[in-house]
């Protein structure tokens, strides 16, 4: 599984952005796509992830509910990320993800087995 991810750019806070990734390969053998980012200095940490079927079940970190929002398009293979409200603190790479992790292991990078290369998003005050 190959993963491209794009439309990350430099907003001002209180700004949108809206980040896409594109899956190509063996896609039926994820379950989930999700969304992690790493600002600088610090790990890398969960932002979002759906469920590629279950009703697209969608699982958020406690710091984007209620401004980001994940969805996916399982006939074209993607997965979107619309980010709302943006604050200085979302400022990091942003990589997308893909793998097959149980509910347990959704949040976490180990649930996922194939990463995307990065998009950087800034956010200026």
Known sequence: VQLQASGG???QAGGSLRLSCAA???TFSSRAMGW???APGKEREFVAAVV?????????ADSVKGRFTISRDNAKNTVSLQMNSLE???TAVYYC???S?????MK?????VYWGQGTQVTVSS
């Open 9 to 11: 750019g430099l907003v």
């Open 24 to 26: 190509s390969g063996h």
């Open 36 to 38: 992690f980012r790493q």
């Open 108 to 112: 976490l990078e180990s649930g996922y």
């Open 97 to 99: 993800a893909a793998g």
């Open 101 to 105: 992790p149980i509910q347990a292991m």
């Open 88 to 90: 200085p603190e979302d």
């Open 52 to 60: 590629k079927w279950s009703a697209g079940s969608t699982h958020y």
